[in-house]
């Protein structure tokens, strides 16, 4: 079982709709989350962290359920730039990061 | 803040090459630095951790020989591909993490390398 799993994709969905992307982690000692947006041939950049509590960025919304070791990313009202690949990171105990491989996310107008 | 360079962004070599990326963090000090390698399609690999001072700690399958790594300062970390082969070929990204802003890690801006 990978690490860090998420929903294959891709996603294609026209301008203003609302998506939400499902992540699960293995390591149930694992301390930090985030979500991380990587367009084509460029480094991933930090979207946003995810607490326990969840945790809202304008049109994102990042929820942590530790129980069942699931994160989850809603975009609403999706624009032409959310296109890009969305990575599911962890924190292990350690400290190094485990990324999921990433869903691609494709908005059309 | 937090920014991170790296250099070459571009690199072409002949097999049996060395070739030394640079990975520096601009306007902190990184107590960890962490070195990625990203095959096309894919996800982001974790190669290696290193912490300034001290020997980098490799991911399983990663050859410390073929793949040396110097932390020497809180700025800078270097990775040496050494004899360098075509399936070295890949996008080579470092993060710099100072432990203090919840654990983030900030990216380079990656680093192509082609082995022909």
């Known amino acids: 079982r990978k690490e860090v799993e998420q929903d294959p994709g891709p996603f294609n969905v026209p301008e203003g709709a609302t998506v939400a992307f499902n992540c699960t982690y293995s390591?149930?000692?694992?301390?930090?989350f985030f979500w991380y947006r990587q367009d084509c041939r460029k480094e991933p950049k930090l979207l946003m962290s995810v607490y326990s509590s969840g945790n809202e960025d304008g049109r994102f919304t990042a929820q942590l359920n530790r129980a069942s070791q699931y994160i989850s990313l809603l975009i609403r009202d999706s624009k032409l730039s959310d296109s890009a690949t969305y990575l599911c990171v962890v924190n292990a105990p350690l400290g190094d990061m485990r990324f999921g491989a990433g869903t691609r996310l494709t908005v059309k107008p | 803040g937090a920014v991170v360079s790296q250099h070459p962004s571009w690199v072409i070599c002949k097999s049996g090459t060395s070739v030394k990326i640079e990975c520096r963090s601009l306007?902190?000090?990184?107590?960890?630095m962490f070195w990625y390698r990203q095959f096309p399609k894919q996800s982001l690999m974790l190669m290696a951790t290193s912490n300034e001072g001290s020997k980098a700690t490799y991911e399983q399958g990663v050859e410390k020989d073929k793949f040396l790594i110097n932390h020497a300062s809180l700025t800078l970390s270097t990775l040496t591909v050494t004899s360098a082969h075509p399936e070295d070929s890949s996008f080579y990204i470092c993060?710099?993490?100072?432990?203090?802003?919840?654990?983030?890690?900030?990216f380079g801006p990656g680093t192509r390398l082609t082995v022909t």
């Open positions: 306007d902190f000090q990184a107590t960890t």
């Open positions: 993060s710099a993490s100072t432990g203090t802003r919840g654990l983030e890690q900030y």
């Open positions: 390591n149930s000692a694992s301390q930090s």
